[in-house]
């Protein structure tokens, strides 16, 4: 019940459907914010700017996470100014350990996607990211805000995460 297989990917950088997935996931982590800014407080409460980036460096692994990672915060703040210059460093960082976090999660998971194993690479990114933006902001307060308001979005990546992966997993996998 907790539990579904599914086909997982380690696209090498040579594939030119590492590039093609990372567009699409990029372009869900622009689309997806954008909806959330809508409403009060929706960004900082909701999280968006990572729900992709868990999804392709789950389903696809690390390449097309860490692409997703970087590129996402990076391409959202040129386009919109949002994330602010201030906390991108914070996000990028969050945002490369959840790749990392969640590709590592799936490759130890074999082929299973979890309750468990997403609840693992969302805290896991969002503890040690809190420790590093701790470090670049020197302010404890300021450093646990997704613990403080941003507990729904954390529920959105690990439940949201786990009902997009099981769609994802519905639809046939052409790839060898």
């Not at 019940?1 to 040579?14: E, I, V, Y």
Request: glycine share 8%.
């Amino acid at each position: 019940m907790n539990t579904t297989t599914t086909k997982l990917h380690s696209l090498t950088f040579g594939n030119v459907k590492t590039y093609l997935f990372s567009v699409l996931f990029v372009a869900g982590n622009i689309l997806l914010p954008q909806l959330c800014h809508l409403l009060p407080m929706g960004g900082p409460t909701l999280l968006p700017i990572y729900f992709f980036t868990l999804i392709a460096a789950y389903k696809f692994g690390i390449r097309v996470g860490l692409l997703t990672a970087v590129l996402s915060p990076v391409v959202n703040h040129l386009l919109f100014a949002m994330p602010a210059a201030a906390v991108l460093p914070a996000i990028l960082i969050k945002s490369v350990l959840l790749a990392v976090a969640a590709s590592a999660v799936a490759r130890h998971a074999k082929d299973k996607v979890t309750f468990g194993g997403l609840l693992v690479a969302v805290l896991a990114y969002q503890v040690i990211g809190t420790g590093f933006e701790w470090l670049l902001c020197g302010d404890f307060y300021l450093a646990v805000q997704d613990f403080r308001i941003g507990v729904p979005g954390m529920l959105l990546q690990w439940l949201g995460g786990y009902w997009v992966l099981r769609i994802i997993n519905s639809v046939p996998d052409k790839q060898q």
